[in-house]
């Protein structure tokens, strides 16, 4: 079994652009007080229109960020270097994160009543959010003393993770792309759309401000369609007039009669459309076929038997709960291993294939051998290996402390074997394919081995010990391709991580005081918590003893079908020579059983792969897309902080007494 990992699509990902020749600095004096009002008034407008529409606008607001700073730059007669662009676009990423918007889910799950009526929510711990006799949820405040613990927690929590993915990362990088020479093929996509701001306007032929320019306009038009006029009607009027339904149009009603059990919608959001431009083609095409494979088989499993909780007049959450619990966790979670099996199938045997070329002689064609590049870096690798195994005493030690009966024995193994070899595995498939490995249900299955009882333990923050970190080596490459200094990566996080806390906390506090949340006010919140929290439930009631949700939905025979299924297409694609990212997309589209967002990611594609790369030629068109994105990400980020502006503003004036 050999799928094609090195197929034509991916090398033209990897040829988008070169590291430049020299190297500068991009955390400056400006860049600090850019990420400081960043924390203070983007923060809690991507929050609230998280809540609004989902985090498909999470991108949108590093790059706002980026476009108000260049233009006062501008403005100030200042030249802004793409290292200065870069650095910020981190730091803003790491803001968009918004940990203590987790405070608002937790409140949720106290208040919840399916948790209510399942008997969890009087179960969870105080140090995750406390009671719902605690006066702060009448007050809806977090500045209360019930949640000083939750709020310790999250922060110290935030600080070891941005730790840990930061040593492993570095360690990676010097090991994948220095060591070993990995092509990285989607960095020089990420890095675009930093450098095409770098290019000034009025640079004579410069390509990358226009096509930035053109999505962005593109970008405000629809966020001024999809998000103003939603909001801006709730704030006139008191009630939401969607011009598009958010977040999806419901169908389900209308099709169950031929197509039972099958959660049915569109979804109008034009980020997908554009997400769909950019994405690799085979990626799309696989997906969407995965859907339909997922969406003619649920009427046959209906009248098999297997799907045998859904009814007539479910719509789209309660369709997806019912046929998780029936069959789609179990199946999914088959599907999941299968992928990852083969990750580290492909990982593994693209590092035997290149050792044997070292020893024979094949890798020295650049006058140097590994070993050399080895001892050449290995200081780097050393210092990251350090941080890493810091942080992982630190995570150990906290896990113990809040849940004192857990098993010393896993957290020794995931530290020192588990974590470090399969981010290195999947880290050399990201810089290969453009795309990792991951081992599904690693925290469900520790905390179901260990034995223990209760609740408590699936808050605690196990993620810190068994999340792998290979995307950190993604991002030092993105770095490298900007000619970015890695001092510059330490004082950017150094300097994000306190405003982060801070202002994120007031972020998340002001959008409680406005109003209940999840409430209508915020319609995709209230429709997917509702639907997170319930499969939440299944695996938080298998520790509860006697009967549970995990039980029923729990079947070894269809995880077995999941995996044979994922290795058996495996195994006839790469009969064909299939693309990889036709068969990875073919199973996630056959594992999620969602067909709403499908159709726009496919047209996206289509309209990529038959009209744009004809009009602008292959290459071309990959250097333009992510540029174009990005642009539209901004746009769409602009349109909505204005609204939310106009709601904070509203908000104010009638809390006043007068």
Known sequence: MRLNVQDSEIAAYSRVMEAPAETADGFTFRTALCAFGLGLFMMPGILYLNLVVGAS?????????????????????QVVRQQELFILLTMAGLMMSSPFSGLLWNQYLVQSPFLQAMGISDKIPRWVAPPASSESYALRTFFHRDW????????????????????????????????????????PVNAMGTVALAESPETKGGWKWPAFSTGAALGIVWGGLYLGVPILSELITGVSFQLFPIPWWETSPITERFLQAVPTGIAFDLTLFMLGLVIPFWAAVGGFLGVLFAVAANPFLFRAGILKT?????????????NSVDFYFSFGLGISFS?????????????????????????????????QRFRTYRKGIWLGGCIYLASSLCYGV?????????????????????????????????????????????????????????????????????????????TFRVMELTGTRFRSMVWARVTALPVILVFSLVASQMIWRMGEVPSEAYPFARKMWQLNAQNSAILWSSTLGGESLFRNAWNPTYLAAGLGSGLALAIL??????????????IAGLGSALPHSALPVLAGALVARFVLWRRFGRDRWLRLAPVVVAGFTCGLGLSGMFCFGLVLIQKTIMALPW
């Open 148 to 187: 000083l613990l939750p709020i310790g927690l999250i922060s110290l929590s935030l600080v070891l993770a941005n730790v840990d993915q930061f040593g492993l990362g570095l360690a990676l990088y010097y090991l994948t792309a220095k060591v070993e020479r990995l092509p990285f093929p989607m960095a």
């Open 573 to 586: 694609l790469s009969g064909f020579q299939i693309p990889v990212n036709l068969f990875y997309g073919l």
């Open 339 to 371: 992928v990852a099996l083969i990750g580290i199938y492909q990982a593994v045997g693209a590092l035997v294939q290149s050792r044997l070329q070292s020893r024979s002689g094949g890798a020295q064609s650049d006058g140097d051998s590994l070993m």
């Open 57 to 77: 606008l999470g991108p949108a607001g590093p790059w706002v960020a980026v476009i108000l700073f260049m233009e006062v730059m501008r403005r100030a007669r």
């Open 398 to 474: 906290l896990i113990r402390t809040l849940v004192p009966e857990f098993p010393v024995g896993f957290l020794v193994i995931y530290a020192l074997v588990y974590v470090p070899i399969l981010s290195y595995i999947s880290a050399r498939l990201i810089g290969i394919t453009g795309r990792g490995i991951t081992i599904p249900f690693v925290n469900e299955a520790t905390l179901l081995l260990s034995g223990i009882r209760g609740i408590a333990v699936w808050f605690a923050p196990l993620g810190g010990m068994t999340q792998t970190h290979e995307g950190g080596a993604g």
């Open 310 to 322: 859904w009814m007539p007049g479910m719509d789209t959450v309660q369709t997806q709960f019912a």
